[in-house]
T-cell receptor, first 109, second 112 residues
Framework: GQNIDQPTEMTATEGAIVQINCTYQ??????LFWYQQHAGEAPTFLSY??LDGLEEKGRFSSFLSRSKGYSYLLLKELQMKDSASYLC??????????WGAGTKLIIKP | IAGITQAPTSQILAAGRRMTLRCTQD?????MYWYRQDLGLGLRLIHY???????GKGEVPDGYSVSRANTDDFPLTLASAVPSQTSVYFC???????????FGPGTRLTVL
């Protein structure tokens, strides 16, 4: 069946580095997305991986291993504004997105 | 209009009533989507449209209907609301079925 797993909640310190993991089992694979969602707001696009490896975009990087069904989002130099939920989503063969429940990231001073 | 707008922002509705949630985008995106987001669950796709004039069912379509008469608008209708349809509803669009999705601000719906 289809399944996307992420930790429910993580806590990190301002200025530090945090890695949010996502594992998936889906019917086909056409790419993996990471979105950020602040409380009460809409999700916003962060990154997209379709090939294995690391994609870097400023303080955020995303990694994909298709053979392991695994991705992570790496956030560096954490800022208080990074407190949000981070959503992992896999695009299946039919191009529909299957979403994880999200990881709530709490940043402490 | 900039991006995607949704209306209303929030609504309290009596069970059994009919309700239409509106969604409009000005990015000329071909594909549009309706999701619901419930606590502890991932976003779940209700209906989608890959291009004007076509629609498809997502993961949780029962109790909902959509239409796509033109590129910009994608309304979601609850024919007879039930309490289990209490949720936050997000409309999204993408330039194609393979593009990343842009989300509207959401509609918080409570069915009593």
């Amino acid at each position: 069946g289809q399944n996307i797993d992420q930790p429910t909640e993580m806590t990190a310190t301002e200025g530090a580095i945090v890695q949010i993991n996502c594992t998936y089992q889906t019917s086909g694979f056409n790419g993996l997305f990471w979105y950020q969602q602040h409380a009460g707001e809409a999700p916003t696009f962060l990154s997209y991986n379709v090939l294995d490896g690391l994609e870097e975009k400023g303080r955020f990087s995303s990694f994909l291993s298709r053979s392991k069904g695994y991705s992570y989002l790496l956030l560096k130099e954490l800022q208080m504004k990074d407190s949000a939920s981070y959503l992992c989503a896999v695009r299946e063969s039919n191009y529909q997105l299957i979403w994880g429940a999200g990881t709530k990231l709490i940043i402490k001073p | 209009i900039a991006g995607i707008t949704q209306a209303p922002t929030s609504q309290i509705l009596a069970a059994g009533r009919r309700m239409t949630l509106r969604c409009t985008q000005d990015m000329r995106h071909n594909a549009m989507y309706w999701y619901r987001q419930d606590l502890g669950l991932g976003l779940r796709l209700i209906h989608y449209s890959n291009t004007a004039g076509t629609t498809g069912k997502g993961e949780v379509p029962d109790g909902y209907s959509v239409s796509r008469a033109n590129t910009d608008d994608f309304p979601l209708t609850l024919a007879s609301a039930v309490p289990s349809q209490t949720s936050v509803y997000f409309c999204a669009s993408s330039d194609s079925e393979t593009g990343d999705q842009f989300f509207g601000p959401g509609t918080r719906l409570t069915v009593l």
